[in-house]
């Protein structure tokens, strides 16, 4: 019984401090990887969907933003969280090799995929040699 009590709290607490701090922004974890033809992120933002996330450039400056709504399953209760849910944010420079006219994006299950293509001048080719 006392287990709910502090459990019921620390609700209460997330759900002032997100409702009272509005300009409060998460920082998602982000995974990149690269190959010769493109640099990928892997940004989770638990919550979000395709109409709550934003993806821009301006000035070599990619932004990553989006808003998750928490919502406990219907006829249950939060008990305890593990990671913040409100609004995400997360800002990169990107260098000149990228090509920012096809940057891509695209968003499943809490994980912003953002594609960001190589120039061709800086791609990677594999030269023949020649005996």
């Given at each position: 019984?006392?287990?709910?009590?502090?459990?019921?709290?620390?609700?209460?607490?997330?759900?002032?401090?997100?409702?009272?701090?509005?300009?409060?922004?998460?920082?998602?974890?982000?995974?990149?990887?690269?190959?010769?033809?493109?640099?990928?992120?892997?940004?989770?933002?638990?919550?979000?969907d395709q109409?709550?996330?934003?993806?821009?450039?301006?000035?070599?400056?990619?932004?990553?933003e989006g808003?998750?709504?928490?919502?406990?399953?219907?006829?249950?209760?939060?008990?305890?969280?593990?990671?913040?849910?409100?609004?995400?944010?997360?800002?990169?420079?990107?260098?000149?090799?990228?090509?920012?006219?096809?940057?891509?994006?695209?968003?499943?299950?809490?994980?912003?995929?953002?594609?960001?293509?190589?120039?061709?001048?800086?791609?990677?080719?594999?030269?023949?040699?020649?005996?």
């Amino acid at each position: 019984m006392a287990d709910t009590q502090v459990a019921k709290k620390e609700k209460e607490d997330v759900q002032a401090t997100q409702s009272s701090q509005t300009d409060t922004y998460y920082t998602p974890n982000v995974d990149i990887c690269e190959d010769s033809e493109s640099i990928r992120l892997e940004a989770d933002m638990p919550g979000v969907d395709q109409s709550s996330v934003d993806v821009t450039v301006e000035n070599n400056v990619l932004t990553i933003e989006g808003r998750a709504l928490q919502e406990d399953p219907e006829g249950y209760e939060l008990m305890g969280q593990e990671y913040g849910v409100g609004r995400y944010r997360r800002d990169f420079t990107l260098s000149d090799a990228v090509d920012t006219e096809g940057i891509k994006a695209r968003v499943q299950h809490g994980v912003l995929v953002v594609t960001l293509p190589k120039r061709e001048q800086v791609k990677t080719r594999k030269i023949q040699i020649e005996a």
